[in-house]
DNA sequence: AAAATTATTCGTACATGTACATTTTCTGAC
DNA sequence: GTCAGAAAATGTACATGTACGAATAATTTT
């Protein structure tokens, strides 16, 4: 029936995608993130070069795509460092998040520091939200850390505030690798634990729900 | 004599360097941020493309020069914006510094949010920490809350940490502008009381000499 | 002044992302 | 099987940043 047969050329549409994805990979090992070039890529599945643009909208796409998968690896190797203090499984998160941008900066680079033009088809946020693998174990963590009374508000206000700091420290230390911060990993650690010391203490608010805004 | 002759063409390249930056001004403000290309510019001040290339090393270097002249408006808004209180003059350097990023996203994303291949070429970081204007204000005000005792430690590693904040905030809020922040000016104060506070309590020690760093 | 050296400008060429239109392949209805 | 319509793949073309080297202008030396 036609639906067997739609099924089985998305199936198949996959299928190829998934090959370019593994072909763009593999040609970022082989010769670093600036080699990757749509004629290159398509050459190595034996396409021509705009027939890419069948299965990524454009090159950023593709960037994602790979990116993505990275964090997939983040987001298991912190599932990996799990304590049974909540909090030292909190600054885990931190710990992990840190370490793996410092360990591709490429990947963390396309993923946070570059403009998102479309909001992510599905709901305007919602898919952002679940969209990172890293951001809903940071959740998960801070709503366990709240039922344990370690910490008292809202766990999403909470994770905010987190992902703004780790974020900036990384994104800091990515950008100006001669600037003196000291030790990156002193600087990291600092910077989560004053974060979290101070959070320790009040009483964190919801965020608002966008009043003000143009 | 010969040095006179060397100084006056120096002047003249800065003044056609200068001349093509008012061009590149220009060409942003009348076609927008992606509007600015090497040949346009290049045809507005009556070049080939390529001799552009005499006074900007590439088209990065153009966005910083230009970016750099928006900073400065910057560092004059934030001193205009000065209390009695150290503490509040402080706060005020967020305030602007927030202020400026949300208004002026693109300026941000070129200084703030991309690679550095090259450390600007006086010492590694003495050029970076005078080099920003904006830098500057923070650190002296920071200073000044030490100096009357409101703040605690070294200055540099307190306005490391303030600008990691700030940073990490904004560049958020620009490169996720559909995430559910809330209202964006509410975000930011609430991440800057957050940390003054936190900061308020403790002694800061200096950062770390750069030990271990591959 | 003439020649040599240096600084400046420019012409040509290439790799890249990708818009647009065309061709080829596939699918489902008759 | 035939054929119309859709989907996938491709060919061509353009704007862009910029490398390279030639041409031109300015400066210094002789």
Known sequence: MALTVQKRREQHKAALRSDLLAAAHKLVQEEGYEGLTIRKLAQRVGYAPMSVYSYFADKQDILFALAEDAFEILARRIEEHQSDDPMESLRAVMTEYAAFGLGNPNEYR??????????????????????????????????????????????????????????????????????????PQ?????????????????????LSDQPANC
Chains 1, 2 share one sequence.
């Not at 039922?147 to 700091?165: E, Q, S, Y």
């Not at 002193?186 to 009483?203: N, Q, S, Y």
Request: charged share 25%; proline share 6%.
């Open 110 to 183: 396309t993923v946070f520091m570059t403009e998102k033009l479309k909001a992510p088809e599905g709901r305007s946020f919602q898919e952002m939200e679940n969209g990172n693998p890293a951001m809903n174990v940071l959740i998960d963590r801070v709503e366990a850390c709240v039922a344990a009374g370690k910490l008292k508000g809202d766990p999403r206000a909470i994770a905010t505030m987190l992902w703004a700091v780790g974020h900036g420290t990384i994104s800091l230390l990515i950008t100006f690798p001669f600037y003196p911060f000291g030790d």
């Open 186 to 206: 002193a600087f990291v650690r600092r910077m989560c634990d004053f974060t979290i010391a101070g959070l320790a203490d009040k009483e964190v608010e919801p």
